[in-house]
């Protein structure tokens, strides 16, 4: 797997936009759903040409989406960080199954629902010596976009998605709401003071303006209908 160059880097600055730098690639994903309406999958829909350095929305209300109009400052947007700089591991439950243990920091959790097939990723861990439950299990957890969810191996470890060094604009069609910025392939994200966040392959970070968990999505941009139509 590729990693991001040292020069990769998106700061998040107070009260406005993410600062991106490095020339990390921005492209435009959404989740798939079967018959049922349950996520299942990614499609790359298309790119955005965005240069070396670019500043994304934060507050949700830019009339130039993904991209920073300035309407933050005209509107009051408070971005407060509330998130703090616990690690992954200080943030997650651990559920053990056979020969299995699946890592769970549910505040990171971006509602993108992959864990909710056959009867959900918890109960699916704990029926691992089914191979099949197994397979299915370690799928979902790493279809995850904001990382709440890491499989591992009881033996070997835990087991990360290969994701290229990339921010992807998330669309849920079968919501009929955009979602989060997905960091991936592990870029450096600091916040408003130049501390950084943990590094991690996979994390989601708010768009919308309405999440508790700032800067991390927390869901709510379903809940307040938010659309990027660009
Ligand atoms: S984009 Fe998910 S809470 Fe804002």
Known sequence: MKGPTERMRISVTEDGPYVVS??????CVEILTNADGESIGWRETGSVEAGDRYRLCRCGHSEDKPFCDMTHAVEGFDGTEIAGHESYAEQSALIDGPGVRLHDARRLC???RF???AGGLWN????CDDPDARTLAEEQAALCPSGRYVFADVAGGPREPDL???I???DDPSLGVSGPLWIRGGIAIVDADDVAYEVRNRVTLCRCGSSANKPFCDGSHIKAGFRDEG
Do not use: F, M, Q, T
Request: charged residues 25%; contains cysteine.
């Open 22 to 27: 490095g020339g990390v690639p921005l492209v």
């Open 124 to 127: 699916l861990i704990e029926r």
């Open 168 to 170: 992807a604009l998330v």
């Open 115 to 117: 864990c909710d097939r």
């Open 164 to 166: 290229e060094p990339s």
């Open 110 to 112: 971006a509602e993108a």
